[in-house]
């Protein structure tokens, strides 16, 4: 599985763009990107995932460069529940392999 | 809104007695997985079950925890016996075999201390 390193904290304030980077060096031909977010005393929730290049959805951006050995995941305009820790995971698929979870990236948004 | 389950969502026990925990994967996911965080480790995974085989649980402690997946609709983690090393929150998780996509669907947890 490929290791992931990301901060492991951020902070920001209400309004503006967050941007979180992930080095993931040892990517593999057939591993996805995936992001997750977790609340305090709830489970990770699924932001967004992207093979390469760049991905937009309703809560955020990937965007990944061509060599794919980083991406970064861009929040817009952030509010205070927008505080969560944010993970990074690199492989297949979850009907496919296991996923790693590391200690993800603690943003906190203040007002 | 299809969700994963989970119970109990908490859990006080003492030190040397049996703990089981509960899952319902959303209907139609046959990928389940467990995981465990703690503060020190983080989101651990536990063990794996695919069309309620186990694939994959190298992450458990053999002598004391057992996963079971009795039916499609029901997943359990056992503890015997239970130690305070074991407090923690445990998750559920489900996923579509075959599915691409990264997305788990993760379940609310079990929050667990042993005293």
């Known amino acids: 599985l490929a290791k992931t390193t990301q901060p492991i904290s951020m902070d920001s304030y209400e309004g503006q763009e967050v941007n979180i980077t992930c080095s993931h060096n040892n990517i593999a031909t057939n591993d996805y990107i995936t992001w997750y977010q977790q609340f305090p005393s709830q489970g990770p929730r699924f932001i967004i995932q992207?093979?390469?290049t760049k991905v937009t959805n309703e809560v955020a951006s990937l965007f990944i460069p061509a060599d794919r050995k980083s991406s970064t995941l861009s929040l817009p305009r952030v509010s205070l529940s927008d505080t969560a820790v944010y993970y990074c995971?690199?492989?297949?698929?979850?009907?496919?392999?296991?996923?790693?979870f590391g200690k993800g990236t603690m943003l906190l948004v203040s007002p | 809104d299809a969700r994963v389950t989970q119970t109990p969502r908490h859990k006080v026990t003492e030190m040397g007695q049996e703990v089981t925990m509960r899952c319902q994967p959303i209907l139609g996911h046959n990928t389940v997985f467990w995981y465990r965080q703690t503060m020190m480790q983080g989101l651990e995974l536990l063990a794996y079950?695919?069309?309620?085989?186990?694939?994959?649980d190298s992450g458990m402690p053999k002598d004391r925890f057992s996963a079971e997946m009795p039916d499609a609709t029901l997943a359990t983690l056992k503890i015997q016996p239970s130690e305070p090393r074991d407090s923690a929150v445990y998750f559920c998780?489900?996923?579509?075999?075959?599915?691409?996509?990264?997305?788990?669907?993760f379940g609310p947890g079990t929050r667990l201390t042993v005293t």
């Open positions: 992207g093979y390469k």
């Open positions: 998780a489900s996923a579509r075999n075959g599915d691409p996509s990264y997305e788990q669907y």
């Open positions: 995971l690199v492989g297949r698929g979850a009907g496919y392999s296991t996923l790693t």
């Open positions: 079950f695919r069309n309620r085989a186990p694939l994959d």
